[in-house]
């Protein structure tokens, strides 16, 4: 059974997914809500098993079918693989039970779809190949679009028509970009690419670059770079709070992608092809941040202000990208794991705040008070310490990681201002947000709902998760650092006849 972990994280939300939409787990809601939590629980437990797996051996390959490189379709587990998949199934745990209360009767099918969304987001962390990545990423966007749309209503079909225009555009580069890297290279699997790169036929080292740079442009709308980031806010602001809280991992995969193909294919070692998006990177990740703090001192809503939060959080992790040490991708990792997880928090308690507010909802406005004002009060508080980066919550650690990577490369003039000034600006927003929605209430509260068990159980989760960060940040560093390692090394798969684990009828 181990010899077929790296394949879990992919079978569980596919079966899990089909079942959730066929008799007799269909026919009733509650049903569908214990379902999906032990399927996200075992996909939990299969991703931490992988974890430690790859721990102990290093990197897995799993060959499906048999099929051997570069023809088959390669699933590779390596250190950084791991740490994402593990985020992606406890983020998914937590938005299954806050989903669980009440937001799965606002519309159909809500259960099997944050299964398929898992689905494309971790088979994107698993893939091998370039082309399957971008399999991956439809599955995705296909499942994001229906849960975006989830409950209906005039804002949300604005948002998910911005929001589906842009990716099918991105999805169409993206094939336009396979074509000349196949053409080029001869080849989509990534081991293969990596070892060709330095070696390519020098007629077309220009096309080659052409695609590099096209791949930049779609992994940079899938991560919101600027200026490719103006689906996000609306985007994230619309969608029901849990399905905000999955959706703080997507932008994610643009990072990831950007760190396996752009830093380890065209990475120091790629010839002509070497740090070819580097020079893009830098003035696009200071954009990006710079972007991301004006919206957030504009923000008017605690979706709207946690979305633009969002854009802060992949501002400073594309300077990490950019800046491509092992210290930078070590300190990135870390703070990529804590802003997803905070950024979800936030847009969890963003929900609860809503149900209590009456119409008033999230916006910045004098309101009547919420139901349970102590309780929705330390929970946003947390999420706002995690935010702002303050200690003794994880996100200290993860921007002290950031400018330490900054100093040691000499760049710290670029980095550290930005990097500083975004958490003076969450602060300052923040702080505000809070008084309005806590302290200038007018009145009893508008309505007596109070929070469900299963709501504050996910909510916990996400907290409790953050001070473990603080607890465990030298084991989490550590991990990170080997698998920036990794990165640096080469693709570890490089060599796959060696290392390859049997899959399918002939295992």
Request: hydrophobic share 55%; aromatic share 8%; proline share 5%.
């Amino acid at each position: 059974m181990l010899q077929h972990l790296p394949v879990l994280p992919l079978l569980i939300p596919l079966i899990a997914g089909i079942l959730l939409l066929a008799p007799p787990l269909a026919t009733t809601l509650q049903r569908q809500r214990v379902a999906g939590l032990v399927f996200a629980l075992l996909q939990l437990l299969a991703a931490i098993g992988l974890l430690l797996q790859v721990q102990q051996q290093g990197t897995l390959v799993y060959a499906m079918g048999e099929w051997q490189p570069p023809f088959g379709i390669l699933l590779v587990a390596d250190r950084l693989a791991t740490i994402m998949l593990t985020l992606t199934s406890f983020l998914l745990l937590c938005v299954q039970l806050f989903s669980s209360a009440n937001d799965d009767q606002q519309g159909k099918f809500l259960h099997p779809l944050l299964m398929f969304q898992a689905l494309g987001i971790q088979g994107a962390f698993l893939t091998g190949d370039i082309f399957n990545l971008f399999v991956f990423f439809e599955v995705l966007l296909i499942a994001s679009y229906a849960l975006l749309i989830h409950g209906g209503g005039a804002q949300k079909t604005l948002a998910n028509m911005h929001y589906v225009t842009l990716n099918l555009a991105g999805s169409a580069l993206f094939l336009f970009a396979l074509g000349i890297m196949y053409g080029t290279f001869g080849t989509l699997n990534m081991a293969d690419m990596q070892q060709r790169a330095a070696h390519i036929n020098p007629d077309d080292v220009q096309l080659a670059k052409s695609g590099a740079m096209l791949l930049l442009v779609v992994f940079g709308l899938k991560s919101a770079m600027m200026p490719l980031h103006f689906w996000l806010p609306r985007a994230y602001a619309a969608a029901p709070a849990p399905v905000a809280a999955l959706f703080a991992i997507m932008t994610k995969v643009g990072i990831y992608s950007l760190w396996r193909v752009h830093s380890s294919i065209f990475g120091d070692d790629a010839g002509e092809l070497a740090n070819i998006a580097e020079p893009w990177l830098w003035p696009l990740a200071l954009l990006t941040l710079a972007t991301g703090i004006l919206a957030t001192l504009a923000s008017k809503t605690l979706r709207s202000l946690t979305a633009n939060l969002v854009i802060v959080s992949i501002g400073s992790l594309l300077l990490m990208v950019a800046l491509n040490t092992i210290e930078s991708t070590t300190s990135g990792l870390y703070y990529l794991v804590h802003s997803t997880l905070a950024t979800a928090l936030m847009f969890l308690v963003a929900g609860l705040i809503i149900n209590q507010r009456g119409k008033a909802e999230d916006r910045f406005v004098q309101a009547r008070s919420v139901a349970q004002p102590r309780l929705l009060g330390i929970l946003f508080f947390l999420a706002a310490l995690a935010l702002i980066g303050m200690p003794p919550i994880s996100g200290f650690i993860g921007k002290a990681l950031m400018l330490k990577a900054a100093l040691a490369s000499g760049q710290a003039s670029w980095i550290w201002p930005p990097v500083l000034i975004s958490s003076l600006a969450a602060l300052i927003m923040l702080s505000r947000s809070g008084g309005t929605l806590f302290w200038r209430a007018r009145g009893e509260s508008a309505s007596k709902v109070t929070s469900h068990p299963a709501q504050l159980a996910a909510v916990s989760l996400l907290v409790i998760a953050l001070p473990l960060m603080v607890i465990f940040a030298g084991t989490i560093t550590e991990y990170a650092q080997l698998a920036a390692q990794d990165m640096k090394a080469g693709l570890n798969f490089a060599k796959p006849l060696s290392t390859t684990v049997p899959g399918g009828d002939g295992a």
